[in-house]
């Protein structure tokens, strides 16, 4: 099974008639085949109509028909076999490991929707029945559900061609919440989101869904999105990208007659505190699992932690040491694109380059295009928050460790940062009280905090939280991974005084889905 270099509308393949896009080897530099041809505003046009037809029917389809089309998915892309890892190898420069890891994370966040659409929590049923004797007034008969917000824009991701791509989990989240979804594929791996976008118009034919319920198109530059996002049949965006990409979407969105929501994952750098009891007993250790974070997969990770704060004295300077000597022990990778490449470089070389910032390591140059020379720096906390710029992103393995005089001047310089996805506390049990404190700051600044561990490396399961303030993310109230994930795509709506021939089945008497709901202010099911 190989890619055809074709655009997907519904059930149809098509070329494309606008610039040439071919994948290109981030190892070797060498063009891949097939050339594709990007679309346009025609096959915006179809894909957004086709799912603007599709909608009504699949957003009531039974919690088990809706189940199974995400099982028939997650079961299509399996069969792809070992074609699509020797793909998205060619295309990425990724190990194979990396990537079968990764096929299984997308296939288990395919199945856990589906356990989360049977449950049928996420409709949020409740039923506050009529008090016609109630004085002053009397109570209508009320009844709320969830249902879905209508056609998806999804955008792929650069960094992960399979979990946060064509069927990622945006893509799982807004089908399992009866949302159609457009995915504008991402043209680095092109030929790997075909095969698993032709796997999901497989499962739609199998499951005799309608065919607007996903397409898949290709574009360069920024025309087929933006055309995407302002189409007035989309209703929400799901992006997982650079700032400046996000805020460009969210600008078109806003811009609408009618706004919709983007949910744009963007950019953090993930600070990492390392409190003074922790580094004085185990800082040679903490050092290695630092370095072993921030390289993994050549630090291309949402969660590569780019940041570390410490107090002035031996313990830092010694994990600086050690940290330096792991990072020099460390072998050059192979970074996704030539893009990715170029702004790595550009962003280690504004580090070099700063008056108040010094280079602590360089890992290996490597050979070859596209490799990532591992970097770490340091600079005083109070230069640090004098200058914005340090706060940047640099989406590879490199590191800024920021002296502090005091565990009081780190809390200071927490309450500064940016939104960010994670932090961590690196800690021991003489470490309390100065967590205590961090804490009430960190909780106000991210998403997700960790004690002792590293954050690359995100699960997907019910308690997850993969978003933040911004600019982690678009939207603070959200997640992109994890089955809340599924919330970003449901409205509520109410029923007053219906007859009982109207009401949708899942809010008639009697509990007809037999799922959990509230009524009457009491929890039932």
Known sequence: MQPKGVLIIGQETRSGDRDEIRAVNPSTGEALEPTYHGGGGAEVDQACQL??????????????????????????IEAIGDALIERAMAETGLPRARLEGERGRTCNQLRLFAAVVRAGEWLDLRHDPALPERDPLPRADLRQRHIALGP??????????????????????????????????????????????????????????????????FGTGAEIGAMLVADPRIKAVGFTGSRRGGQALMSIAQQRPEPIPVYAEMSSINPVFLLPEALQARGAAIADGFVGSLNLGAGQFCTNPGLLFGVKGESLDAFLAASGNALQATAAQTMLTPDIHGAYQAGVA????????????????????????????????????????????????????????????????????????????????GDLAAART?????????????????????????????????????????TSVGSAAIRRFLRPVCYQNLPAELLPEPVRDGNPLGVTRLVDGQREG
């Open 51 to 76: 799912a603007l037809e599709a909608f009504d029917h699949f957003r009531e389809t039974g919690l088990e028909s809706r189940a199974s089309f995400l099982e028939a998915i997650a079961s299509e």
């Open 152 to 217: 998806v824009a999804v955008f792929g991701a650069s960094n992960f061609p399979l979990a946060f791509s064509v069927a990622g989990g945006d893509t799982a989240s807004a089908l399992a919440a009866g949302c159609p979804v457009v995915v504008k594929g991402h043209s680095a791996h092109i030929g790997t989101s075909e095969l698993v976008g032709a796997a999901i118009q497989r499962a739609v034919a199998k499951c005799n869904l309608p065919q607007g319920v996903f397409s898949l198109l």
């Open 350 to 429: 504004a580090l070099t380059d700063h008056p108040k910032v010094r280079e602590v390591a360089r890992g290996p140059a490597g050979e070859g295009t596209c490799q990532c020379q591992p970097a770490l720096f340091t600079v005083d906390a109070a230069d640090f928050l004098a200058d914005a710029s340090l706060q940047a992103e640099v989406f590879g393995a490199a590191a800024l460790v920021v002296q502090c005089r005091d565990v009081d001047e780190m809390t200071r310089v927490a309450g500064q940062l940016e939104g960010q996805l994670t932090a961590t506390l690196q800690m021991d049990d």
């Open 438 to 478: 961090l804490l009430p700051v960190l909780e106000r600044t991210v998403g997700r905090i960790l004690a002792n561990g590293w954050p690359t490396g995100v699960e997907v399961c019910h308690a997850m939280v993969h978003g933040g303030p911004f600019p982690a993310t678009s939207d603070a109230r959200t």
